[in-house]
């Protein structure tokens, strides 16, 4: 298992040929106390930087980023019942959907936790 990140703020877990996606603890912080989240249906083709979901806090709306191509295996239900866990476990039970890999290739543009944590440093 290795975990990703792009410089929108979401992480992924890469798992054999599937991916898992969600917002990283940074972008949780950053939106405050959410209380809506969209995920997309199963099924759905993304492209790299597509509009994935939306995610809206008290603060804001954002959408989330598709961080790699492929085909959406399923949508995070318990986020759109309980918006409130991508606060209280952004990289666990706060996940927004899970993927197919169309092209393993473009993991190699997102980027580890150290890296991830030294641009987090820059904002």
Same mark, same amino acid.
């Given at each position: 298992?290795?975990?990703?990140?792009?410089?929108?703020?979401?992480?992924?877990?890469?798992? @054999? &040929?599937? =991916?898992? /996606?969600?917002?990283?603890?940074? $972008?949780?912080?950053?939106?405050?106390?959410?209380?809506?989240? +969209? #995920?997309?249906?199963?099924?759905?083709?993304?492209?790299? @930087? &597509?509009? =994935?979901? /939306?995610?809206?806090?008290?603060? $804001?709306?954002?959408?989330?980023?598709?961080?790699?191509?492929? +085909? #959406?295996?399923?949508?995070?239900?318990?986020?759109?019942?309980?918006?409130?866990?991508?606060?209280?476990?952004?990289?666990?039970?706060?996940?927004?959907?899970?993927?197919?890999?169309?092209?393993?290739?473009?993991?190699?543009?997102?980027?580890?936790?150290?890296?991830?944590?030294?641009?987090?440093?820059?904002?």
């Amino acid at each position: 298992m290795s975990l990703y990140f792009t410089k929108e703020h979401e992480w992924v877990r890469i798992e @054999g &040929d599937q =991916a898992t /996606v969600g917002i990283t603890d940074h $972008a949780q912080n950053a939106l405050g106390d959410i209380v809506f989240a +969209e #995920v997309p249906e199963p099924g759905r083709r993304l492209k790299k @930087g &597509d509009e =994935a979901a /939306v995610v809206e806090s008290v603060k $804001a709306a954002s959408d989330v980023y598709a961080p790699l191509t492929g +085909e #959406v295996i399923q949508g995070n239900g318990a986020i759109a019942d309980e918006p409130g866990l991508i606060n209280s476990d952004p990289q666990g039970n706060g996940w927004f959907f899970t993927m197919t890999l169309s092209d393993p290739g473009e993991l190699d543009g997102l980027m580890d936790e150290a890296a991830y944590q030294a641009y987090c440093d820059t904002l």
